[in-house]
């Protein structure tokens, strides 16, 4: 069993002088923890375990984009769109994945099984268009790759 | 202390010469030229630079616009503003293009227009128009805060002034921004309210029309109020005030800053409390009762006569009840007419404070000068005295090491003992460390009468009178409790007998009616005259009732927690004559000699007791008198009782008095969401023992009677103690059984 997310959390913050210096891997972990995404009761959970106010955790959770904190479906497919990506046909890529699973960038299949989101640079600009299914990047993805890759993500 | 190297700087060809380190906003001040700002405000802490308004050119940095805020004055520095610079008067008129970008300028439907720094630096900057031809921002507006806060994000700027006086002033850090970019917005958690003793600053804080009081809304222009200096009469502060009033009805209060009292900020109990002058419940004529009819409106004629037989029947059988609300002038002259003219000399003072403190005086900026504070007591510093945990904790920030000794502090005792702790102070590490400190403050913040005389007698062993930067606070529990208690002891020197029977009680003030004990002892009187703003208690029992006003509604003075000597000022006009004017009427009748004028009874007053300073010499932004030597070592008053420890598997209770509590904020609707929730407050220790857990609804009960509150858990609380806040603990006896 997991240890209980207060304690990971206070283990974190012993490493830094402050503990404002945690709040990041602290919020990583509860995203973890509360099926991808930051509940009202997440950022109050790091806020108690921190000494921090929620309202501080807000702040800093809703500043960073890989942060949610709206729910997520259970797979997130997060197409780079910046400018190596872009050169590359990255909008030709998320529209393949809007085909693919009926939705637009930013939203989540009606199922649950997906959220689909169009991001800035995720550093794979080497071998564009990047991009990234639960936090693992597929590199070199064209438009004709998409229909495999959400056939294969379905279990197909 | 040597004094500051000076530095010369040259501001647009004008040389200025001001001390090294100050601030380029303030330096080009010196020289006469302004330099914008929306976000600098030196009280929030270090400058940001994050509304890029103040850009200005230096010579040898780097060849692009510096944020003039974050500078600081150097020797040579040549500094060129937008009136000499091309560079730094492009970038600023680009910078104010951006801010307005997304701003509405509905500044003929926004409150703040006319006192607005954006609409002025828009006057006076800027290209005068815009090549944005998008579409702006939007979100739903106003919204509120809170009941007494509203706010408008389309105005919003992003300065940051907001959420820095959060988090680095009242250290709350409820409001804050969220999401990035042009998204960010200002907002509290879950949209919560934004509660705590200070929110209101931020209103005054913005830069735009983005944060607003709720009242008055759509009401009045700016130019229409008239500012009428004054000093807040709720808490023994006396934060310096302005308050603004139209057509003598006062709209809103807002802080003028008095740098060694309150550095400007306001707390939200000064600020949003006023409209209680405006309760239905006020009282306006006099009441006289009538057996059969209950109490009837009579003319003040009639009141006097009426008073005056109340007086004369009472032979000399009277008490006085005080509530430190009254003006040093108004106590005088009630203490003139008991004691000279009818040689009764029994009072019921609000509280005993204690001699000696003025050996030790400092002006409360001192704390945050402070290397070492220790604060003694059971009753948290900010439900007493606001302003004071603002300087405390201004002091931590500057590196201040801060020791609260009392029931929830760092070091724990039990409730009761707190003359104790003190008299331990004057051996011991911590003892000897205040003794050596060139910089060390001492505060009592309730916990027992007499803590003033405790605390005299500790900093006289600790050396402090001769050290002028060591200084001792005694918290009083009213706004004006040390000057009534001067002004009664000066009013005559005689003193005579408890009167027995009592016959008349005089009730001076709704926060004496609320006194159980005055409330006991109008049982036993056989006459009571209440002098009440409001239909409260002591109406009940009232034979005569004399309206009365309101700090906000006479002249006179208060003598704040330092022994500063402030002067109020009358801001509105009240709905009934103020107390000096009939007591003096009402004094002629038994020959006793009495100005109406406060300025005149202060004078007298002031040649006994004030060393003859006048009223002229108090101004505006009053000075602190000079400390008064102490000849002899201070008399101690007796420990209180200690109560008995709570025998096992109960708790001690331990009540305080909220700073949102009283007859203002209780009639005050906007205030309602600040006074403390119907909680319990635990220690982890007991809360564990019990197996209640936090927000858990557990039942109070002690000799009968019954409160269910829902559980709190304080970290710092001592175990065997609950607190409780004096508006939920109600009857409860001192030792409490807690129970799921």
């Known amino acids: 069993m997991a240890r209980p997310l207060a304690d990971e959390v206070r283990a974190i913050a012993e490493q830094y002088p402050e503990s404002t210096s945690a709040v990041l891997p602290a919020l990583r972990i509860a995203q973890e923890r509360h099926g991808g995404w930051l509940p009202p009761e997440a950022l109050e959970e790091v806020g108690e375990a921190l000494g921090l106010t929620p309202a501080y955790c807000k702040g800093v959770a809703s500043f960073y984009d890989m942060f949610h904190l709206a729910p997520v479906g259970r797979r997130l497919v997060e197409v780079c769109t910046n400018i190596c990506c872009g050169l590359r046909g990255a909008q030709d890529v998320l529209q393949a994945f809007e085909r693919e699973l009926d939705v637009r960038p930013g939203e989540t299949t009606p199922d649950g099984a997906f959220t689909l989101r169009a991001v800035e640079c995720i550093g794979g600009c080497g071998w564009p268009t990047v991009v990234a299914i639960d936090d693992r990047h597929r590199l070199n993805v064209s438009a004709g790759d998409v229909p495999g890759i959400v056939q294969e993500l379905r279990g197909g | 202390m040597s004094a500051p190297e000076l530095v010369t700087v040259t501001i647009d060809e004008r040389s200025v010469q001001v001390p090294k380190g100050t601030g380029i906003v303030e330096t080009a001040a010196a020289a006469g030229i302004e330099i914008p700002v929306f976000c600098y405000e030196p009280r929030l802490g270090a400058a940001v630079g994050a509304c890029r308004m103040c850009l200005v050119e230096v010579e040898g940095m780097p060849p692009k616009p510096q944020a003039g805020c974050t500078l600081f004055a150097q020797d040579g520095m040549v500094v060129k503003t937008a009136r000499t610079s091309e560079m730094a008067r492009v970038a600023q008129n680009a910078t104010l293009e951006f801010i307005l970008v997304n701003h509405p300028l509905d500044c003929p439907v926004c409150d703040k227009g006319g006192e607005c720094p954006l609409q002025d630096l828009t006057f006076r900057y800027g290209p005068g128009n815009t090549r944005m031809t998008f579409d702006k921002r939007t979100f739903e507006k106003p919204i509120p805060i809170s009941p007494a806060i509203s706010i408008d994000r389309e105005r919003c700027i992003l300065c940051y002034r907001c959420t820095r006086f959060s988090e680095s002033v009242s250290e709350d850090n409820q409001l804050v921004a969220v999401n990035r970019g042009a998204q960010t917005m200002i907002a509290t958690f879950e949209d919560e309210p934004y509660t705590g003793a200070f929110t209101g600053n931020v209103t005054e804080l913005c830069p735009v029309g983005a944060l607003l009081p709720t009242q008055p809304r759509f009401e009045i222009r700016p130019w229409e109020f008239q500012a009428v200096p004054s000093v807040c ?504 059984e807690v129970s799921k």
């Open chain 2, 233 to 736: 009469g709720l808490c023994p502060v006396g934060c310096n005030i302005d308050v603004d009033q139209r057509e003598g009805k006062i709209k809103r209060i807002l802080s003028r800053n008095h740098p060694e009292v309150d550095e400007g900020w306001l707390c939200d109990k000064g600020r949003f409390g006023f409209s209680h002058l405006y309760a239905e419940d006020r009282i306006t004529d006099p009441l006289r009762r009538v057996r059969s009819r209950g109490l009837e409106e009579i003319s003040w004629e009639d009141a006097l006569d009426d008073a005056e037989r109340l007086l004369r029947e009472a032979n000399g059988r009277i008490a006085v009840a005080l509530s430190g609300s009254e003006t040093t002038e108004d106590a005088y002259a009630l203490a003139k007419l008991v004691r000279k003219g009818l040689g009764a000399h029994t009072a019921m003072l609000p509280e005993e404070i204690g001699g000696g403190l003025d050996a030790f005086r400092a002006p409360l900026s001192a704390i945050r000068d402070a290397e070492l504070i220790v604060v003694l007591g059971e009753d948290p510093v900010v439900e007493r005295a606001p302003i004071v945990d603002l300087w405390l904790r201004k002091a931590r920030r500057a590196g201040a090491e801060i020791v609260e000794i009392g029931p929830a502090g760092d070091v724990q005792i039990a409730p009761g003992t707190t003359a104790r702790a003190c008299r331990k102070l004057k051996s011991g590490e911590l003892g000897d460390r205040l003794r050596a400190s060139e910089r060390a403050i001492l505060i009592w913040s309730g916990g027992g009468a007499g803590g003033g005389s405790h605390l005299a007698a500790l900093a006289t062993d600790l050396g402090f009178a001769d050290k002028p930067g060591c200084g001792a606070f005694f918290l009083p529990e009213t706004a004006n409790g040390r000057g009534v208690a001067e002004a009664w002891a000066a009013a005559s020197d005689d003193e005579g007998p408890e009167p027995e029977p009592l016959g008349l009680l005089i009730v001076s003030g709704d926060e004496a009616a609320a006194n159980p004990n005055v409330r006991a002892l109008a049982e036993q009187a056989e006459r009571v005259l209440a002098i009440t703003m409001f239909h409260s208690l002591a109406v009940g029992w009232a034979d005569l009732v004399l309206p009365g006003t309101s700090y906000l509604e006479r002249e006179g003075t208060y003598v704040n927690v330092e022994g500063r000597i402030q002067r109020l000022r009358r801001t509105a006009i009240p709905p009934a004559p103020d107390e000096l004017a009939w007591i003096a009427q009402l004094a002629s009748r038994f020959e006793v000699e009495l100005s109406p004028s406060p300025s005149l009874v202060f004078a007298e007053l002031s040649e006994r007791v004030f060393g003859g300073v006048t009223y002229e010499d108090l101004g505006e932004e009053a000075r602190l008198p000079d400390r008064v030597p102490l000849e002899a070592a201070p008399a101690e008053s007796a420990d209180e009782p200690v109560p008995a420890k709570a025998p096992g598997g109960t708790l001690q209770l331990l009540r305080y008095r909220p700073l949102f509590s009283g007859a203002a904020v209780e009639r005050v609707p906007e205030l309602q969401f600040q006074r403390p929730a119907p909680e319990i407050e635990l220690s982890v220790k007991d809360a564990k023992r019990l197996g209640v857990r936090r927000g858990e609804p557990v039942s109070v009960r002690s000799n009968g009677t019954s409160v269910q509150l829902r559980a709190a858990i304080n970290k710092r609380l001592k175990a065997g103690v609950a607190r409780i806040a004096d508006d939920h603990a109600r009857d409860l006896h001192p030792t409490v």
